[in-house]
């Protein structure tokens, strides 16, 4: 296979989704830009109600309508914009097809009236890829067994509650990878999941991107986990990204303070603090966001312009970039 | 799919506003705007027909007047303003026996759910306070007297007994205290574990006064929405069993029993079959609209009785 | 599994046990049924002949466990009517009720999915705000004013549609239609927030991030979970249906057992009376148990569990 192929997989362009709800519009994603590469893992790191998830569901197209709208932006995948596509190309050619996603609770994931073969054979046959009853069976037994299941033969007609929340995991992203997506987005895969579980949940996400090229965004709020597997990492402040860089320049030289913080908030072993930091100030309520950057009123060191304006991207090393006034 | 349900989103804005309590008469007259003026104008006009109605009914509702009988409505060719609904087959005024109808309804409708809920309740009460073997007798009473179709308990009952509105009344209370019992009785369950409950026994009432102090006020909200969700339910039961001519007796008036008596018109005179269903109708869609609402209101949530 | 079985089943014999003595006792409160049988002019002696052929001078306890000793062995009694058996009477005509509540409960189960589950997909349009509109009106109508009113617009005004009687395909759709309506408002309801829930799931999520086509997810995927609370409750449903039968076949002159025992109280021929509400009441409880039992096999979760 021809190797290196270094024009981006994904490309995201100013993406920005809003919610208008009766209370007012909120800005859920608000400018948002990132490229992605086969075979690269990216991690979109953040607190809850940052956008990282609304990120995601705006590449599968997937923001509850009606309040939700994607208001600009393109999403390039191998050079065709997504958001331009009719829903039926979408649903029939890229959700599940080109584009997956494994998503959060292995508990509510799963339809607990269908046998786990009749869900994962889903993907088979409504991409048309796999005709024939027989012929949806032996592709999901195969796929089962990629996902290490053990003797997927014998449970095709169990039914979800029949497993372990692992397991479950696994199912769903059997269901993710069974046509063979060029985009894996995994939303916060490991946070229901047991502490030992996790590990393998992880690997196996290193295992399929190993046999499949597959470019994977993962999104989580566990910086342990984003070490462990990101290449680049993505930190979210309301509705932006405020730091984009490589996995050691993120853990060695956080640029900006919101990245600096969000590391010392995790307790190390050895260290003995008298108290455990943690940001000053609540995430910013949406519908009223902060002037400028979003981050000023927690911000530890915060300038007068950091009230006014919102500073714009500052390159760092490699191919990273930050946006903070500090770096102006 | 939207992302936040319309209801709670409404619920939501509701509680919002109210804890922001205008004050005074801005209050007030927002208040009053917020009324379900729907329901309460078809509760209103029944409640006039019933009280004070009977007094001034155009014309007598039993006087019979062969020659003008089915007479059509006054908006069509053939009837006349002075009998603006049309008559009926025996030529008595139909608006005026709908009037007449009302009072009776309402008076069946009054004693049937107070001595039901009252009945209903109690039971409801000793049985989920005191459990164990009471509550299994009155339980499996409750799961026998459902096994046997409410209607057909009725008409044997009614068959048995006279019929007649106090038959009616007493049918109605042996086939709706049920209801009460079972809602009444999940209510005591819930509220029995409560610390003020605890409290209440250790201060020393005894079984009946906690009863009556304590869990009384706190299902009262219940009771009345149920009461008032029933009306439509009972008015219903009451016409059925007096089109089937084991209710209201003649000489007295139902919205059913017109029905039944129009029957054998129904191709020549659509008024005398449609009218006085349309009044069941009303008063049901009132007392259902008026129910919920009373619901929605009086959510355990921001209790306000 | 078994045990819950077995004592449900004990439950439906003690409310069937239970159903007879109301039904017993409900027909005799009114005191002497001889007063109603005799002509007025008979004397004290024939009054006390009749009672003691018909077995009313023993003490009521006696009378139940005579009542109910035969009627275990299928003998209610003759009909003062036609002299046959009423049982036999009562038998006839069941497939006729049958027959009409089964097609009610198709009826309303068919509309109840449809408009439950559009009104859901598409909340807040002016199809679910239409259908919110028609529960409340369904809910408001008594269900033999809902008869008439056909037999008024499709009988006799438009001739569609006869009146009465049963027959074939179209005696069959105005009877059904009435009968349905008293639950359709109901289960729509419940399909539609059932319908809602689902479709705001986890699962629905995933099924459609792997690209599963619109309808298939709804009348497929969502369905399938959204129709578990109707169809453990079908047993109830069909059971209203039955208790709704007794004016419903009256109006429409359907040879039922409804119409059958109407008539027979009006005529105070008890033996009649008795066999059909107590073969109605069997039939009632039988319905809902059927929910109970229903339930543990409609969902996987509850089958594997027990």
């Excluded at chain 1, 075979?39 to 953040?46: A, L």
Aim: net charge positive; proline share 6%.
């Amino acid at each position: 296979m021809p190797d290196v192929n270094h024009s981006p997989l994904l490309s995201v362009e100013d993406l920005k989704t809003y919610l208008f709800l009766r209370r007012g519009v909120v800005k859920a994603v608000d400018g948002v830009s990132f490229q992605l590469r086969e075979k690269e893992t990216i991690g979109i790191v953040g607190e809850s109600g940052s956008g990282k998830s609304m990120t995601c569901l705006s590449i599968l197209r997937l923001i509850p309508a009606p309040a939700g709208r994607i208001v600009a932006g393109r999403i390039l995948l191998d050079g065709v914009d997504v958001l331009g596509l009719d829903e039926k190309k979408m649903s029939a050619e890229y959700r599940g097809r080109r584009i997956s996603m494994i998503s959060q609770d292995p508990l509510t994931s799963l339809n607990p009236v269908f046998s786990i073969g009749d869900q994962v054979g889903g993907p088979f046959r409504y991409h048309g890829l796999k005709k024939g009853r027989k012929g949806i069976r032996e592709a999901v037994v195969d796929v089962l067994g990629r996902v290490k299941i053990p003797s997927p033969a014998q449970r095709l007609k169990a039914y979800p509650h029949q497993f372990s929340g692992g397991m479950r995991q696994r199912v769903v992203a059997a269901m993710a990878i069974a046509c063979g997506p060029r985009l894996l987005i995994a939303d916060e895969p490991t946070s229901a999941l047991d502490v030992t579980i996790q590990i393998q949940m992880l690997q196996l996400l290193e295992d399929i991107q190993r046999e499949t090229r597959v470019g994977l965004i993962l999104i989580t709020h566990d910086l342990g986990v984003a070490a462990y597997i990101c290449q680049r990492i993505a930190v979210m402040y309301a509705g932006r990204i405020v730091e984009f860089a490589d996995v050691r320049t993120i853990y060695k030289r956080p640029s900006h303070p919101y990245t600096q913080a969000l590391l010392n908030s995790v307790p190390r072993l050895g260290e003995k603090k008298k108290r455990l930091f943690s940001i000053e100030g609540q995430p910013p309520d949406l519908l009223t966001p902060p002037t400028g950057c979003a981050f000023w009123p927690r911000c530890e060191r915060k300038l007068e312009i950091c009230r006014r304006e919102y500073p714009p991207q500052t390159p760092i090393d490699g191919e990273g970039y930050v946006s903070c006034w500090l770096y102006k | 799919m939207s992302v936040a349900p319309p209801s709670q989103s409404a619920a939501a804005a509701q509680t919002l506003a109210r804890r922001r309590g205008k004050a005074g008469l801005k209050g007030f007259a927002s208040w009053l705007l917020r009324l379900p003026w729907f329901p309460l104008l078809i509760l209103l006009v029944v409640f006039f027909c019933a009280t004070v109605g009977p007094y001034v009914t155009p014309h007598d509702p039993g006087a019979l007047n062969l020659s003008m009988a089915l007479k059509p409505p006054s908006w069509q060719i053939g009837g006349t303003a002075a009998y603006p609904l049309g008559t009926d087959n025996m030529g008595r005024d139909i608006l005026s026996r709908m009037i007449l109808g009302a009072k009776i309804s309402v008076i069946v409708a009054f004693w049937a759910i107070l001595f039901s809920g009252a009945i209903g309740t109690l039971m409801g009460m000793f049985s989920g306070y005191f459990g164990g073997k009471i509550d299994m007798i009155i339980m499996r009473l409750v799961d026998i007297q459902m096994s046997v179709p409410a209607l057909a308990l009725a008409l044997i009952l009614s068959a048995s007994l006279k019929p007649g509105m106090t038959t009616v009344i007493v049918v109605i209370v042996v086939t709706y205290w049920t209801w009460y019992a079972r809602i009444v009785r999940g209510e005591v369950l819930s509220l029995k574990e409560r610390d003020f409950i605890a409290l209440a026994r250790i201060a020393g009432c005894n079984a009946f006064m906690i009863l009556l102090k304590h869990f009384l006020p706190n299902i009262l909200n219940t009771l009345l929405v149920l009461a008032t969700l029933q009306l439509g339910s009972v008015i219903i039961y009451e016409a059925s069993l007096s089109f089937l001519g084991l209710g209201i007796q003649p000489p007295d008036v139902s919205w059913g029993l017109m029905l039944s008596d129009a029957r054998p018109y129904i191709s020549v005179a659509w008024w005398v079959i449609t009218l006085p269903g349309l009044a069941i109708v009303l008063t049901c869609l009132g007392s259902n609209l008026f129910g919920d609402w009373l619901r929605d209101t009086l959510d355990p949530k921001r209790r306000q009785l | 599994m078994l045990k819950y079985l077995l004592s449900r089943l004990l439950q439906g014999v003690v409310c069937i046990i239970g159903a007879s003595v109301i039904i017993f006792v409900a027909s005799r409160v009114s005191g002497d049924v001889t007063l109603l049988l005799l002509p007025p002019d008979a004397t004290p002696e024939q009054q006390r002949i009749m009672r003691h052929e018909l077995g009313l001078d023993k003490p009521y306890v006696v009378q139940y466990l005579l009542f109910a000793g035969r009627a275990v062995r299928g003998d209610f009694g003759k009909s003062y009517r036609w002299q046959t058996s009423a049982l036999k009477l009562v038998l006839d005509r069941f497939p006729a009720t049958i027959q009409l509540a089964v097609c009610a409960l198709v009826f309303s189960v068919v509309v109840a999915l449809f408009f439950g589950v559009l009104s859901a997909v598409y909340q807040g349009s002016w199809f679910d705000s239409f259908g919110k509109v028609f529960a409340l009106l369904g809910q408001a109508m008594p269900g033999f004013w809902v008869g008439l009113m056909f037999i008024l617009f499709f009988a006799v005004k438009l001739g569609l549609l006869p009146a009465f009687g049963r027959g074939g395909l179209k005696h069959l759709i105005l009877p059904a239609v009435t009968l349905g309506w008293y639950s359709v408002a109901a289960q729509t309801r419940m399909v539609r927030s059932a319908m809602l829930d689902v479709l705001d799931s986890d699962y629905i999520q995933t099924a459609r991030g792997v690209g599963v086509p619109r309808w298939i997810l709804i009348w497929k995927y969502a369905l399938r979970n959204a129709a578990i609370p109707l169809v453990t409750m079908l047993g109830v449903y069909f059971a209203a249906m039955l208790g709704g039968s007794f004016i419903i076949e009256t109006i429409f002159a359907w040879p039922g057992v409804g119409r059958t025992v109407v008539e027979a109280i009006f005529a105070r021929d008890y033996p009649v009376v008795q066999a059909g509400v107590l073969f109605t009441s069997i039939f009632f409880v039988l319905s809902n148990l059927l929910v109970d039992l229903a339930y543990g096999f409609i969902d996987p979760r509850i089958r594997y569990v027990r």
